[in-house]
C-alpha cells in the first residue's frame, strides 16, 4: 500500500463557481506531482518523508500556489515563507519561519529534522542555515510574480483585511470575478503513507498577503498546521491563528484515537471533520487532509473549495469544489 495526498489551500463561502482562467494549471500541477512521487512511492523508490518533500518541493515551485515563488507577499512589500515537516516513526520535526532567501523552504525544514536540533529555526538564521547546507538561493524579485504584485496592489488599495486578495485571480485577468475574503488559500501541504507502513507530513505557505511583520501562522507550527506520528500524517489549511489556538493538526490524532477506542465508522474522517468544528467559531474555517496507518486518506474541508489530491494505489484523484464527491467530501 502506498498513499499520497495532496492539498494546495482552502478558502471561500457559498457555492463553488466553477473553474477560474488559472485553475486548469493548479490542478495540472498537482495531477504531476502525484502522478510523479505517487509512483516512486508505490515502488519503493521513495520513502514518505522524501515523497512529501519533494512533493511539496514541487508545488513551492508551482507560482500559482502560495508557497515557494508566487509567495503573497506581505504588509512591507517582500515575500516571506514558513515551511514544516515530520516524520511519524521517530516523531522527528524541522520547521523554518520568515525565510526569504530561499527556493524550497521545504528542504530546509528537512535539513533540519536530519540534523536533529535545533527544530525551528527562524528569519536570517534560517536563510543562512539553509543556504550553507546546499538550499538554492534565490532573489525576492525571483520569488514574487506579476499575480501577486497585482493581488498586493488591490490589497494596499482597498485597505482589506490580510489575506482578503490572496486568491483573486481577477487581479491580473481581463474578466472580473466577485473578490471572495479567502484567507489561506494557495499553502500547499502533503501527507504520505510508504509500504513499510511509515508516516511523514509537510507543509508550506507564503502567509497571507499584507501580514504584519513578524506575523507567524500555523504552518511553521508542528502540531497546529502540520503533525505526524505513527498512527496518522496531518496538513493542513486555512487561518492560521484558529489552527494554533486548537492544535489542529495533533487534535487530530487526539481525536482519532478516541474514535478508534469507541469503535467508530470512519474514524480519521470524523476526527478530521470534528477538528474542522473546532477550528470555525475562532475564524479559522479551512480544510485536513490525513492518512492513517491502516490506510484511510481523507480531505475534508469547509469552505467553499480546496485544492486536493490523492494517489492510492496507483489512483489518482484531483478535485476543486465540494460538488465532487467522488472525494470524503465536507460536513
Not at 496538513?235 to 474514535?259: P, W
Request: glycine content about 12%.
Amino acid at each position: 500500500m502506498a498513499i499520497l495526498a495532496l492539498h494546495g489551500g482552502a478558502g471561500g463561502d457559498g457555492p463553488w463557481r466553477g473553474l477560474t482562467d488559472l485553475d486548469p494549471r493548479r490542478l495540472q500541477c498537482l495531477e504531476n506531482v502525484l502522478s510523479l512521487i505517487g509512483t516512486k512511492l508505490q515502488s519503493g523508490q521513495l520513502n514518505a518523508l522524501d515523497a512529501v518533500t519533494l512533493a511539496v518541493e514541487m508545488m513551492e515551485d508551482e507560482e500559482l500556489y502560495n508557497a515557494g515563488r508566487g509567495s503573497v507577499i506581505a504588509a512591507d512589500g517582500n515575500v516571506t515563507m514558513d515551511a514544516s515537516i515530520m516524520r511519524g516513526c521517530d516523531g522527528a520535526a524541522g520547521s523554518v519561519v520568515n525565510v526569504k532567501r530561499i527556493r524550497h523552504p521545504i528542504r530546509a525544514a528537512n535539513l533540519l529534522l536530519h540534523q536533529g536540533w535545533p527544530v525551528m529555526l527562524n528569519s536570517d538564521a534560517a536563510d543562512i542555515f539553509a543556504i550553507k547546507n546546499g538550499v538554492e538561493e534565490v532573489e525576492q524579485s525571483w520569488l514574487i510574480t506579476d499575480l501577486r504584485k497585482a493581488q498586493w496592489q488591490k490589497w494596499r488599495d482597498s485597505k482589506g483585511r490580510p489575506g482578503s486578495t490572496d486568491e483573486d485571480d481577477s487581479a491580473v485577468l481581463d474578466h472580473d470575478i466577485d473578490l471572495e475574503i479567502q484567507d489561506g488559500m494557495g499553502t500547499v501541504g502533503a501527507v504520505a503513507l510508504d509500504s513499510q507502513g511509515r508516516l511523514a507530513a509537510a507543509t508550506s505557505t507564503g502567509g497571507m498577503t499584507g501580514k504584519p511583520d513578524g506575523r507567524i501562522g500555523d504552518t511553521a507550527i508542528i502540531g497546529a498546521g502540520t503533525w505526524c506520528d505513527n498512527d496518522v500524517a496531518v496538513s493542513c489549511t486555512g487561518v492560521g491563528e484558529a489552527f494554533i489556538r486548537t492544535c489542529a493538526a495533533h487534535e487530530v490524532s487526539n481525536q482519532l484515537q478516541k474514535l478508534i477506542i469507541c469503535g467508530q465508522e470512519n474514524p480519521l474522517l470524523n476526527a478530521a471533520n470534528n477538528v474542522l468544528e473546532l477550528v470555525a467559531p475562532l475564524e479559522g474555517r479551512g480544510g485536513v487532509i490525513a492518512i492513517s496507518k491502516q490506510g484511510e486518506v481523507v480531505l475534508p474541508f469547509q469552505t467553499m473549495l480546496m485544492y486536493r489530491g490523492y494517489f492510492n494505489d496507483g489512483e489518482i484523484k484531483t478535485g476543486i469544489g465540494a460538488e465532487e464527491y467522488d472525494f470524503p467530501h465536507p460536513n
